[in-house]
């Protein structure tokens, strides 16, 4: 059973530009969450997706939304990027969200320059 | 806000030996707990989850215990093995988002 892929896995951008990150989860799983880890602050969550529907979201501006496709694919974008989105940002696949196993992705490394 | 921390940044054992790992939580209506181990490079991998109607679980030479009275979340892995070492956190939530610990660094000592 193949596991959750991200993609790309570094990407590098300058202040300002905007980027689009992808998750593709689990087979079978349709929830997908996302979550930004930096040393600073750890791992937060960013929102979750089921059925392509967000029903959840944690406290993070604007400038970070994402979407879920129907065959759960997931991708979240940044918008305006700033020095402090720099990140690994991961998303996890499960059966159902959050009382469920969590499998999560290697992560993309996100830097601004 | 919600406030999920870790005791103690670092942790060094001997292989063979057990170790505890500690965890804070602070809202005391959270219902769901899970542990995450996470090695350098890779994605946090699921380790162990309790409920809050629960005060232990056991998996494969892990153990989880909660003490609600205290808010206070700890994981035991027994007979530590060379790959055990990694970054260790706990994750808490009410239900509709996670909340992390910053994580625990253990080193298991050959």
């Known amino acids: 059973k193949a596991g959750v892929t991200q993609t790309p896995r570094y990407l590098i951008k300058t202040r300002g530009q905007q980027v689009t990150l992808s998750c593709s989860p689990i087979s079978g799983h349709r929830s997908v969450s996302w979550y930004q880890q930096t040393p600073g602050q750890g791992l937060q969550f960013l929102f979750e997706y089921f059925s392509e529907t967000q029903r959840n979201k944690g406290n993070f501006p604007g400038r970070f939304s994402g979407r879920q496709f129907s065959n759960s694919r997931s991708e979240m974008n940044v918008s305006t990027l700033e020095l402090g989105d720099s990140a690994l940002y991961l998303c996890?696949?499960?059966?159902?969200?959050?009382?469920?196993?969590?499998?999560f992705g290697p992560g993309t490394r996100l830097t601004v320059l | 806000g919600e406030s999920v921390g870790l005791h103690l940044p670092t942790l060094s054992v001997q292989e063979g030996d057990n170790s505890i790992i500690n965890c804070a939580y602070s809202?005391?209506?959270?219902?769901?707990f899970i542990w995450y181990k996470q090695e350098s490079g890779k994605g946090p991998q699921f380790i162990i989850d309790i409920r809050s109607n629960m005060d232990k679980r056991q998996g494969q030479r892990v153990t989880v215990l909660l003490n609600k009275t205290v808010k206070h979340l700890s994981l035991q892995i027994a007979a530590t093995q060379p790959g055990d070492s990694a970054v260790y956190f706990c994750a808490e939530t009410t239900g509709n988002q996670f909340y992390f610990g910053t994580g625990t660094s253990l080193t298991v000592i050959p």
């Open positions: 809202n005391s209506a959270s219902d769901y």
């Open positions: 996890a696949s499960s059966l159902e969200f959050p009382y469920n196993e969590q499998f």
